[in-house]
């Protein structure tokens, strides 16, 4: 199938739209409370009160275009839970490409169990933010899209260059979730597919080949330099692993 058939096949499931509806439903009585308790976190206080602020600083230049978009401005002001909201639909349709793939189709139970891709505790600060959960569920959600395509390789690795550049842009810490799936998927093959290991390893070296060109074509064409003590674009000599670790751990 191609790239435009397994779009279609997706999103013309039967009753997506209930089941998509039922998702941020499910999601909006979670989030009630918190959004019910309207506390600014520290960065929701700097965007606050600097009103022309972005996230081009941290190479976030999606980010910072979807929040325009969502203020309909080159400004940007707080409009949660608006912005908590959108997020919301992000995770809902992540949680949905990530049961259709695992799956093969979508359901109820799919999409609950999929819940957890927003509610852990890991995630729910992230939907804290006003602002920043708009474009950082937005990342997720590019992590995730990719695994739509994966028996088709050609297109799985296009979209994947494709959306992990996106991400990137979005929220870096995000790249963690296409690294686990790529390896899900790959084990996946062997152990449920019953497909062989040279299939399933070949599976494997085209996510590697993916994920590492798009971090090549983010690293030398589109980053912005930046060593702020917390937070940095450089990657720790192999000399000082351990100790660079550490202090990592402390600035955290």
Same mark, same amino acid.
């Given at each position: 199938m191609s790239f435009f058939t397994l779009t279609r096949d997706f999103f013309t499931q039967p009753r997506f739209k209930q089941i998509f509806i039922f998702g941020v439903l499910v999601y909006c009585i979670a989030l009630f409370a918190l959004v019910r308790g309207d506390?600014?976190?520290?960065?929701?206080w700097g965007h606050s009160t600097?009103?022309?602020?972005?996230?081009?600083?941290?190479?976030?230049?999606?980010?910072?275009?979807?929040?325009?978009?969502?203020n309909l401005k080159p400004?940007?002001?707080?409009?949660?839970?608006?912005?908590?909201?959108?997020a919301v639909l992000f995770l809902v349709l992540g949680g949905m490409i990530l049961n259709f793939a695992v799956r093969k189709k979508l359901d109820y139970i799919g999409v609950l169990a999929?819940?957890?891709?927003?509610? /852990?505790?890991?995630?729910?600060?992230?939907?804290?933010?006003?602002?920043?959960?708009?474009?950082?569920?937005?990342?997720?959600?590019?992590?995730?899209?990719?695994?739509?395509?994966?028996?088709?390789?050609?297109?799985?690795?296009?979209? /994947?260059?494709?959306?992990?550049?996106?991400?990137?842009?979005?929220?870096q810490a995000s790249n963690g979730i296409y690294i686990v799936l790529g390896l899900?998927?790959?084990? /996946?093959?062997?152990?449920?597919?019953k497909k062989s290991?040279?299939?399933?390893?070949?599976?494997?070296?085209?996510?590697?080949?993916?994920?590492?060109?798009?971090?090549l074509i983010y690293k030398k064409w589109i980053v912005t330099p930046i060593d702020w003590g917390y937070a940095s674009d450089s990657m720790i000599p192999l000399s000082n692993l351990l100790n660079g670790g550490g202090s990592i751990l402390k600035n955290t």
């Open positions: 506390v600014y976190y520290i960065d929701d600097n009103p022309k602020t972005a996230w081009d600083h941290f190479s976030r230049f999606v980010g910072t275009a979807l929040m325009h978009a969502v400004i940007v002001v707080d409009l949660s839970p608006l912005t908590q909201l959108i999929a819940i957890p891709l927003g509610l /852990s505790p890991h995630f729910l600060e992230n939907l804290s933010y006003k602002l920043d959960s708009t474009f950082m569920s937005f990342a997720v959600l590019c992590c995730i899209v990719p695994f739509l395509f994966r028996e088709r390789l050609v297109a799985f690795f296009t979209s /994947s260059v494709v959306c992990l550049i996106l991400m990137y842009c979005s929220y899900y998927f790959a084990l /996946s093959l062997y152990f449920f597919d290991v040279k299939q399933a390893l070949g599976f494997l070296f085209v996510c590697i080949g993916a994920f590492a060109l798009a971090s």
